[in-house]
């Protein structure tokens, strides 16, 4: 039986956290409009980060993934590990990129923040849960294995690993 299922019915892979679990990086209160990060030029625009053109006279935050990024403080790790890892790396890597990609289009606060790879295995670390746990997913709809999706239970913070 693959992990992360019980006899009678699939996981929750979208548990929700509760609410003092919100992501830390995120303001507690609404940014004045239009206010741009310096780093990656996103645009806080209509309540939430966007890719749009540098508004003028915009002030200037650091978004909250470019802060996670300087911080080296991420809220998701992807381990992929099995000999199936070593024979398909660039395969799963490009299968994660694609994944981030796809996210990031919709989410741009939503980051791959590294990829190590070690010759053994695969570390992921994202900017968010969401995003790490879509790429656990991809990964394990392409190729099957087996996934594991923890999520802490005190922080904003999702471990997946994924074997085959």
């Known amino acids: 039986m693959k992990k992360g299922f019980s006899h009678d019915r ?3 892979y979208d548990r929700q956290l509760a609410e003092e679990h919100k992501d830390p990086y995120r303001p507690k209160a609404k940014l004045s409009e239009p206010t741009v990060c310096p780093q990656c030029a996103l645009v806080y625009h209509d309540g939430h980060w ?14 909250p993934a ?3 990024i300087n911080d080296n403080f991420p809220a998701g ?6 000999d199936f890892v070593k024979q398909h ?20 606060l939503q980051r791959i923040m590294d990829i190590n790879d070690d010759g053994n295995k695969i570390d992921i670390t994202t900017t968010d849960i969401h995003v790490a746990r879509r790429i656990g997913e991809a990964i394990h ?5 087996d996934l594991d999706i923890k999520y802490g239970p005190e922080d904003y913070v999702v471990r997946i690993s994924w074997s085959r």
């Open 66 to 68: 470019c802060r996670r």
């Open 141 to 145: 709809s392409a190729y099957e294995g």
């Open 77 to 82: 790790y992807v381990t992929l590990e099995s």
């Open 89 to 108: 790396r660039d395969e799963l890597v490009k299968l994660a990129r694609t994944t981030e990609q796809r996210e990031r289009d919709q989410h741009p």
């Open 10 to 12: 699939p996981a929750r």
């Open 50 to 63: 966007q890719t749009l053109p540098r508004p003028d006279g915009a002030q200037e935050s650091v978004c």
